[in-house]
């Protein structure tokens, strides 16, 4: 840090999802105090003001998670506007990265004739997956969801962004996740491992889970953060100067004892 600066960071997993917190530790170099709250989205939030000079934030948990893959969307029904819950008409509407108002004709055009529901929502997920490269450094923090679909690269993040700004184009409640994803039951990937985001969307009367990126369901999944974009859920969010130098995200497999 260049100067003193207040920074929040969201790394502790909800409370509210899949996965159980059994134990955690969180540390900073130098010793810093730290306010935790809840956002608006009940997003678990620690606000930390960083003295000039290098700082070192570490977390560490150990979760419980099932051993099964995300619960199974296929048909599921897509609720009218009119019977969705007023409270969630806000993820139907377009946010920051999730430009879904300049999209929807394009999304009408690939995906109008698809059956309404889980149907249309994989079909999404399909087009995403198969039309996007996944490429670190082919984004930035300005990189919305038209600049994506127009490049057709991008990283997970972006992948959701797209997929989510496609899914209200046509009126279907969509929010951004994003946590820890640990490679279980799946080939491990030779890039170094990094936090992942997917999305999850309200279909009949709950949400459910769906991931563009990987496009498949997947097990292990430990949720740290839920809104209407990246914008809401950032690992870090700076309130002045501050350079990052690295970072290391690690969710490894223990065998229980």
Request: with cysteine; charged share 20%.
């Amino acid at each position: 840090m260049i100067a003193p600066t207040t920074m929040t960071v969201q790394v502790r997993p909800r409370s509210d999802a899949r996965h159980r917190l059994v134990t955690e530790s969180w540390t900073t170099s130098p010793p810093l105090p730290v306010d935790e709250y809840a956002d608006i989205y009940g997003n678990p939030v620690k606000r930390i003001v960083a003295p000039q000079g290098a700082l070192t934030l570490r977390y560490d948990a150990h979760c419980v998670v099932p051993d099964e893959a995300d619960p199974d969307p296929s048909g599921a029904g897509q609720a009218p506007v009119e019977e969705i819950p007023g409270e969630l008409l806000h993820y139907t509407l377009p946010s920051r990265y999730c430009l879904s108002d300049e999209l929807m004709s394009t999304a009408w055009e690939l995906f109008g004739s698809t059956e309404p529901g889980a149907a249309r929502v994989q079909a999404i997920c399909d087009w995403v997956h198969h039309n996007l490269r996944f490429q670190y450094g082919t984004s930035n923090p300005l990189t919305t969801a038209v600049d994506v679909f127009r490049s057709r690269e991008g990283v997970c993040r972006d992948f959701a962004h797209l997929a989510v700004s496609f899914c209200r184009a046509m009126n279907i409640p969509a929010r951004y996740v994003f946590g820890y994803l640990p490679d279980i039951y799946v080939p491990i990937p030779p890039e170094a491992m990094d936090f992942a985001a997917w999305m999850e969307v309200w279909l009949g009367d709950r949400w459910w889970t769906f991931d563009p990126r990987n496009n498949a369901r997947r097990v292990g999944r430990v949720l740290i953060g839920r809104g209407r974009d990246a914008l809401d859920v950032a690992m870090l969010t700076t309130f002045g100067p501050a350079e990052f130098k690295s970072m290391t995200v690690w969710a490894d497999v223990v065998e229980a004892a």
